[in-house]
């Protein structure tokens, strides 16, 4: 009976330690757009930024590095509003931390990219 409860007790503590990500996903309209690269058929049209956060206490919770860099890509892709021929370059991804206690942490991510619009 003593093993079992053991047991028990290592199988709670075992799940309670594990986290959960949830990666958000988009979708990008397909439109046809002739692009040549040697001739100068395009203009910058603005930029367009995007932000995920995750929090961890005692070094457990929020998600993982890669999934967090995703939301703040899909998040910048959702504040683009993009229409016609245009598209995301120049993607970039800035992470930081911020220790708020000594036991507990944000991890925050910035997307940022270049709206362009093809002629």
């Known amino acids: ?3 079992n ?4 007790a290592v199988a709670i503590a075992a799940l309670s330690l594990t986290s959960c990500g949830v990666t958000a996903t988009t979708s990008n309209n397909v ?29 457990m919770g929020g998600i993982r590095k ?3 860099r995703n939301n703040a890509v899909n ?4 504040n683009a509003n993009l229409s ?10 800035h992470e930081s931390w911020k220790m708020i206690t000594p036991f507990f942490f ?7 990219a270049n709206i362009v619009e093809f002629q």
């Open 1 to 3: 009976m003593k093993k």
């Open 5 to 8: 409860i053991i047991l028990c």
């Open 31 to 59: 439109t046809e757009t002739k692009v040549v690269l040697s001739e100068k058929n395009f203009k910058v049209v603005g930029q367009a930024t995007g932000e995920a956060k995750a929090t961890y206490v005692f070094g």
């Open 66 to 68: 890669k999934a967090l």
């Open 75 to 78: 998040e910048m892709s959702k």
């Open 84 to 93: 016609g021929a245009q598209t995301l370059t120049n993607i970039t991804t």
């Open 106 to 112: 944000q991890r925050t991510c910035m997307a940022t």
